[in-house]
């Protein structure tokens, strides 16, 4: 079987990941929904029909060793254009030798094509002059010009899973072999490579790389130490730009929101140890001490709060505490979405109805005149022993914008409910309830 990634350079020279890519689709690790048999890009390789691909996914992947295997399997000579050092020039000479030879024009960090170059390269692609694949850590539909999206088959490729970083870091192991440098590892350590590379092929082979270079002897066995100090600094793939940043976040506050605090607490380092603002981390656990506790507890929100003020004075590495126990709070505490549903439905009523006139009892009485034009009959709550009176506080009917969230438990929510059941003798309008 051929390697990973193209084989070739000597050790040394080349790093280990550019000599490990692979020749052909069936050497790639990982991808599968992408590259399967039958998937849309193995029949456009098959038709002779690429056209314009765009492989969108984070870095370490795949994408360019995607791309070095499909220009091979297309028998066409490879190009590789990076968007920041690469004008406008260069396209149009890549465009008269593919009237001569046939090219695949590969584009790494496509999104930071200007809107000359994309063009330039739009003609290219739709003239049939030569196959393109583009690469971006970003999210097409964000980064990239309408026009390229619209005529390009995009494809989404996701980090590695262990199992296959696995054979990543035994297929790097296997080659270094095969160059006369033993390099001993245990199946945990290999595991540890694996898992700490977080999906990406390329950090994993860099890893393995550094800890086999350098050494007299050609047999070298690693230590944990060894890995202990080759991973002193190793940071974890979050790009607060880009798909990582927003990705982690949802997972964060979902987890919140799904009262599951490992969950809550793996994703919050995941962002402190990704360097995210304490105050924007604490700003998202305050929004949803309110949007999923809400009524349930109102003290989420008051630790949140106070959460916030604390990591600014504080700031990392103490802050870290601070976020634990405010997203605990809003993990740990019961769930109630009825603020966050009442202003959104009472919003969506406001907008999409006509103004309500404000009830005549209910208006300003605090000038001379107010009452010859009417506004009397409020009835003052607080003059009634049970602290409330039946009127009319607004021409909609109860349960139309708030509807509880009471459970089977002792939230301030259950609470105010059978509080008001008491003095009402009325059931208070709840979710789902007919």
């Known amino acids: 079987?051929?390697?990973?990634?193209?084989?070739?350079?000597?050790?040394?020279?080349?790093?280990?990941?550019?000599?490990?890519?692979?020749a052909t689709l069936d050497d790639v690790i990982g991808q599968s929904a992408a590259i399967a048999p039958g998937s849309i890009l193995r029949r456009r390789i098959a038709g002779g029909a690429l056209g314009s691909v765009i492989l969108y996914g984070p870095p370490g992947v795949g994408k360019t060793s995607i791309a070095r295997a499909v220009g091979n399997m297309l028998g066409k000579r490879f190009r590789p254009l990076h968007a920041t050092r690469s004008g406008v020039s260069?396209?149009?000479?890549?465009?008269?030798?593919?009237?001569?030879?046939?090219?695949?024009?590969?584009?790494?960090?496509?999104q930071r094509f200007t809107a000359t170059q994309t063009d330039d390269l739009l003609a290219i692609c739709e003239e049939g002059t030569a196959d393109f694949i583009g690469a971006t850590t970003g999210n097409p539909y964000h980064v990239l010009t309408p026009a390229l999206v619209s005529r390009s088959t995009i494809l989404k490729l996701?980090?590695?899973?262990?199992?296959?970083?696995?054979?990543?870091?035994?297929?790097?192991?296997?080659?270094?072999?095969?160059?006369?440098?033993?390099?001993g590892l245990t199946g945990e350590q290999v595991r540890r490579i694996a898992g700490r590379s977080g999906g990406d092929a390329r950090r994993a082979l860099t890893t393995l790389e550094s800890l086999a270079v350098g050494h007299e002897a050609r047999a070298v066995t690693v230590s944990d130490a060894m890995l202990d100090e080759a991973y002193a600094a190793a940071p974890v793939n979050h790009d607060r730009s880009g798909d990582a940043h927003y990705d982690v976040v949802s997972a964060f506050v979902k987890s919140m929101r799904g009262s599951d605090p490992d969950a809550t607490l793996y994703w919050l380092a995941r962002l402190i140890h990704g360097g995210e603002d304490p105050r924007y981390i604490a700003r998202r656990?305050?929004?949803?001490?309110?949007?999923?506790?809400?009524?349930?507890?109102?003290?989420?929100?008051?630790?949140?709060?106070?959460?916030?003020?604390?990591?600014?004075?504080?700031?990392?590495?103490?802050?870290?505490?601070?976020?634990a126990h405010a997203a605990l709070h809003v993990a740990r505490a019961p769930k109630s979405g009825s603020a966050c549903r009442g202003i959104s439905t009472a919003m969506q009523y406001v907008t999409s109805n006509p103004p309500a006139a404000v009830p005549l009892h209910?208006?300003?009485?605090?000038?001379?005149?107010?009452?010859?034009?009417?506004?009397?009959?409020?009835r003052f709550p607080h003059d009634d022993p049970r602290g409330w009176v039946e009127q009319v506080y607004a021409p909609i009917?109860?349960?139309?914008?708030?509807?509880s969230d009471a459970r089977d438990a002792a939230t301030f929510e259950k609470r105010a409910d059978e509080y008001w059941q008491r003095v009402t003798g009325e059931e208070p309008p709840r979710r789902g309830r007919t």
């Open 1 to 22: 079987m051929s390697d990973l990634f193209d084989s070739g350079a000597p050790l040394g020279r080349v790093p280990l990941a550019a000599q490990l890519r692979p």
């Open 90 to 110: 260069d396209i149009r000479k890549l465009a008269d030798e593919a009237r001569m030879v046939p090219l695949l024009i590969f584009v790494d960090e496509v």
């Open 158 to 183: 996701e980090p590695l899973s262990l199992d296959e970083m696995e054979q990543v870091v035994r297929r790097g192991i296997g080659h270094l072999r095969a160059e006369g440098v033993e390099i």
């Open 285 to 323: 656990i305050m929004i949803h001490a309110s949007e999923d506790v809400g009524l349930a507890d109102n003290t989420a929100l008051q630790t949140a709060v106070a959460a916030m003020q604390a990591v600014e004075k504080i700031g990392y590495p103490e802050a870290q505490i601070v976020l």
């Open 362 to 378: 209910l208006r300003d009485t605090h000038y001379k005149g107010a009452a010859s034009l009417g506004h009397v009959g409020y």
């Open 397 to 403: 009917a109860k349960g139309t914008l708030y509807q």
